[in-house]
């Protein structure tokens, strides 16, 4: 079975940085594409970050510039790292694979920005 977990969250003061870690079972990154989401209390999950297989990665319009997505293969971990935190990245960030039809999620972890 399949399975991400995420770490790395937690409270930072704004202007920070923090990097978020979604670990993989097995070999599932040299399969699978896989993104961040972020979701903010009372707003809807949007879509962070992506990075393929192949190692291409993309980012959404509003995220471009403070957020960077990578992966460690040897160590089956994707990372976010987030750059000059601010009080509206305070979310629940959840890692999402994708293989075709089939999909998983994370359980997320919280990072609040708050002075």
């Known amino acids: 079975q399949v399975q991400l977990v995420e770490s790395g969250g937690g409270l930072v003061q704004p202007g920070g940085s923090l990097r978020l870690s979604c670990a993989g079972s097995g070999n599932i990154f040299n399969i699978y594409d896989v993104a961040w989401y972020r979701q903010a209390p009372g707003k809807q999950r949007e879509l962070v970050a992506t990075i393929t297989r192949s190692g291409t990665t993309n980012y959404a319009d509003s995220m471009k510039g403070r957020f960077t997505i990578s992966r460690n293969k040897a160590k089956n971990t994707v990372y976010l790292q987030i750059n000059s935190l601010k009080p509206e990245d305070t979310a629940v960030y959840y890692c999402?694979?994708?293989?075709?039809?089939?999909?998983?999620w994370g359980q997320g972890t919280q990072l609040t920005v708050s002075s």
């Open positions: 999402h694979g994708v293989l075709g039809r089939s999909d998983v």
